[in-house]
């Protein structure tokens, strides 16, 4: 009766330690960087809740959407983004696990019993209780805890890095669905003024001022721009579409909304200086992970170190003499020698991951200033290129355009001069559109890199 209640209370004491022990570890996200930081998306959503279901065909969207209705869209049913919840848990869980002590042994033994001792007819039995418990002196239990807790912190911010390639990503196809849409207006307007000047081209050649050719030319021009309106309707469904599967629409059983994206004033900003830009750097996501993970190395290099301290196995316990009833109490100590294994191995190989670690900061340092300088160099092309044509190049074109149209109806330009002032206007509109599209490109490139915002779009 009294060996039982010793174990009993041993164990007692033992589950409220580990009870104590098992407290949950607190899962935190870190900070979010500055893009797409001021969007109305509900703290950690992608983590509290597990409906990732995408919203529901056409009757989900609104005719015209705007970029933040997009970019929320995105943000709260990205199917990729719906991956990092299940890793943040599953690594919250495996720092809980390594904060945990070691569970006790226990075990009961009996002696004596049987062989030639039974034949001389006295009882030697003895049967003991005991109770072991490791102590790991060298703190291996915080040092483990540790490397877990930063082992998922670097799972934090692997979701910060994807969250801000959703939100580049998604600027990039919002732009690529505003340049089709921009391209399916001018081919409409293309095949109206093709239609006026086939109109005009019949009224002369009726008139017998010009020939009858012309008017066959000028069909082929209606027909051409009709073949590049159905292009362009294409591709604006196809940009809808890429753009919809950010937050999980398929292109099946109509469940792309006809929706067009409405981005208001197209804002364009000249490009800021290349230093400033750079000095936004250390924001970004995969360099600030890189300092995590240096950290998680010195962590798990100084846990291998603590390792090397052997772990102490204290025991106690109760006996009782069969024979005679006495009964007295018990203990052990147990040590491991470190003679041979003294962890020498698991030290070399955590100090070399993080020699690993450091240097891979600075390759990650290095990669992304230059991946920085291009796409600053691409931000500048490309608004020179659309601020040249926008302002000068596209405006003349248009004067002549209208010249040349005036004056053919004047007799004064025949209609290869009218179809070649049309042609140029069309592919100066169209580069005009592919300028602005690259234009946000390059800035959505920028601001992933730099993680804060380079346009006012939110």
Known sequence: MRSSLLIASGCAVLVSIAGCAASRPEAALPEPRPLGRELSIPAGSAFQSENVTPPD???????????????????QHNPDLAVYAWEIRARDAAALQAGLFPNPTLSTERENFGGSLAADGADRTQTTTQLTVPLELGGQRGGRKRVALLTRDLSGWDYEAARLDVVAETLRRAADLHGAQEHLELASQAKGTAQQMLETVAARADAGKVSPVEVTRARVVVATAEIERARAVQEL??????????????PVNGGIPSFQIDLGES?????????????????????????TEVAQREAQLSHERRSRIPTIALGGGYRRFEGTGDHAFVGTLGLTLPLFNRNQGAVRA????LSRSEAERRSTETRLHAELAAAHSR??????????????????AERTFR?????????????????DAQRTLA????????ARVHYYHAAADVERL????????F
């Open 403 to 419: 010249d040349i149209e005036e004056g053919y109806r004047l007799g004064k330009f025949g209609f290869l001069d009218v179809l």
């Open 350 to 353: 955590a100090r070399f991951g």
């Open 379 to 396: 931000l500048e092309a490309s608004y020179s290129e659309m601020i040249t044509l926008q302002n000068e190049v596209v405006p003349a």
């Open 57 to 75: 065909g056409a009757s989900a969207l609104p005719d015209s959407v705007s970029l933040r209705d997009v970019l929320v869209l995105a943000l």
């Open 237 to 250: 469904g196809a940009a809808r579409a890429r753009l919809a599967a950010l937050w999980g629409q398929l």
């Open 450 to 457: 730099t993680a804060a915002p380079l346009l006012s779009r």
């Open 267 to 291: 804002e364009t900003v000249p490009p800021p200086d290349l230093n400033a830009l750079a000095s936004q750097l250390p924001l970004n996501p995969d360099l600030a992970r890189r300092d």
């Open 427 to 434: 592919e100066l509109r169209l580069q005009l559109v592919g």
